[in-house]
């Protein structure tokens, strides 16, 4: 299926000379995206969310310097900084290049005579880090394959415009490939997804290359579920819907449904920030229970982080026990917790915890367990309802007051922006639809700083049922 859509602070003076001129406004916060950049199936290789964001910010890079270029280069504090990858790990940061030079992507095209060809070639070409010693920048210089070169840098048949402000905060792979596919499909008359088996959607949902079979109940489970609400929460402009296509009982076929949303200020998008920059600290304690760093860095990358924080500290606590027998693996026990859902239990025993965990069919841990996403849901509502409640609030004072509001925005909360959208405020102010959700969600915290209670939240709820 296709759908032709329309194309698409440091050392600025570096900055400026691997652009040769300004870039319209919208191009300043967009890559253009080759539908077959998209929906990538790996051959071989793997892709993490984070090798995701780095191909899309040097493709952002490299469209911003032009396709006539063999090879590219920016600073590699710029690259850090654009992909939200908060460390100078470079160790970790070459290993990621590394899956993306180890992934192959298919391309299939119409020639001009009418004859399709079919073509298969390395996501990223070579990469040059280079460090000029003490006191000097270090840079990365990169480059594609010359028979794809034009094509994901200006591609001008099936394309897609992606955000970056809107990518960057997806928290899960899973979640930032359903988003491109949704800006893909938004515009073509049926909204329909390509339609293919449960295992190659497995594959391009999880950026692996090695899954011969799937478990279809576990994969919508764990990962299109999660991905679906993800993509809800932090998406304004639309959500999607699994379609199932079944032979029998058995699911061996999906599609994806894109829902427009009602036009929206993305009031949700400044809530989530803090959610999705990667927090390497707790990486690292997951090293140190025993898990190779890059084992460690697929665990984050496809784990809800609240619950992976939460077993973190339950193993954390486990091997501090001296009443209970010493753990012969606490990275097979972390594993374990994750899987059986009995992390935060950190006074039961091991074998009370697993024995627990081992009954399904017991109603107290699936209603405490949906009990608890339907709150956190209702909270994230409530705290959404606020920023528009500041929306409107904002639109009714006067100008002094509005630029009372804005100055303390900017001195208080605009440092800590992400980048692109700290360049967006600061070039259209509330103008700018992506910023201005930020600013409103930060004005809802000076108008209502208290911590939601329980009672006002029940209040919320039965509003809204009522309503």
């Given at each position: 299926?296709?759908?032709?859509?329309?194309?698409?602070?440091?050392?600025?003076?570096?900055?400026?000379?691997?652009?040769?001129?300004?870039?319209?406004?919208?191009?300043?916060?967009?890559?253009?995206?080759?539908?077959?950049?998209?929906?990538?199936?790996?051959?071989?290789?793997?892709?993490?969310?984070l090798s995701r964001r780095i191909f899309n910010v040097l493709l952002f890079h490299a469209q911003q310097q032009g396709v006539d270029k063999p090879r590219y280069s920016i600073l590699l504090s710029e690259l850090i900084d654009d992909a939200r990858f908060n460390s100078n790990n470079t160790e970790l940061l070459k290993s990621h290049l590394r899956d993306m030079q180890a992934t192959t992507i298919e391309w299939q095209s119409t020639e001009s005579n009418g004859e399709k060809k079919w073509s298969s070639r390395s996501l990223l070409g070579a990469v040059d880090i280079t460090d000029r010693g003490r006191g000097q920048a270090c840079s990365i210089t990169w480059q594609y394959d010359d028979a794809i070169r034009e094509r994901l840098v200006r591609p001008s048949r099936l394309y897609t415009r992606v955000l970056l402000e809107i990518s960057s905060q997806m928290r899960s792979y899973a979640a930032a490939v359903l988003y491109e596919l949704g800006a893909r499909y938004l515009t073509s008359p049926g909204r329909l997804t390509m339609r293919e088996d449960v295992i190659w959607w497995a594959s391009v949902l999880t950026g692996r290359s090695d899954i011969s079979s799937v478990d279809y109940r576990i994969l919508h489970r764990d990962t299109i579920k999660k991905a679906l609400i993800e993509l809800d929460t932090l998406c304004d402009e639309f959500s999607l819907e699994v379609v199932e296509h079944k032979r029998s009982r058995k699911v061996e076929e999906l599609q994806f449904r894109v829902v427009p949303k009602p036009q929206a200020a993305l009031e949700g998008l400044g809530q989530a920030m803090a959610k999705n920059v990667f927090d390497l600290q707790l990486v690292e304690r997951i090293v140190g229970l025993g898990f190779k760093r890059p084992d460690a860095q697929d665990l984050y990358a496809v784990?809800?982080?609240?619950?992976?924080?939460?077993?973190?500290?339950?193993?954390?606590?486990?091997m501090k026990s001296t009443s209970l027998p010493p753990l012969k693996s606490p990275a097979a026990y972390l594993r374990d917790a994750l899987k059986k859902r009995y992390a935060g239990d950190h006074d039961q025993s091991e074998g009370s915890a697993q024995a627990a965990a081992a009954a399904p069919r017991i109603a107290t841990q699936p209603k405490s367990q949906s009990l608890g996403e339907k709150l956190?849901?209702?909270?994230?509502?409530?705290?959404?309802?606020?920023?528009?409640?500041?929306?409107s609030r904002y639109a009714e004072m006067d100008d002094l007051d509005r630029r009372i509001f804005t100055g303390r925005f900017e001195t208080e909360r605009l440092p800590e922006l992400a980048t692109p959208i700290a360049k967006a405020w600061r070039r259209d102010g509330i103008d700018s639809r992506v910023a201005?959700?930020?600013?409103?969600?930060?004005?809802?915290?000076?108008?209502?700083?208290?911590?939601?209670?329980?009672?006002?939240?029940?209040?919320?709820?039965?509003?809204?049922?009522?309503?």
């Open positions: 299926m296709t759908d032709p859509d329309k194309p698409p602070e440091t050392l600025p003076d570096v900055r400026r000379t691997t652009r040769p001129q300004a870039q319209p406004r919208d191009e300043d916060q967009s890559v253009v995206k080759a539908n077959e950049a998209i929906a990538i199936r790996p051959k071989r290789g793997k892709l993490t969310l784990t809800d982080e609240g619950a992976l924080r939460a077993a973190v500290e339950h193993v954390e606590e486990r956190q849901q209702l909270r994230e509502e409530w705290h959404h309802q606020k920023a528009l409640d500041a929306k201005a959700s930020s600013f409103y969600k930060w004005m809802a915290g000076q108008l209502w700083p208290n911590e939601v209670t329980d009672k006002e939240l029940l209040e919320f709820a039965m509003t809204r049922a009522v309503e």
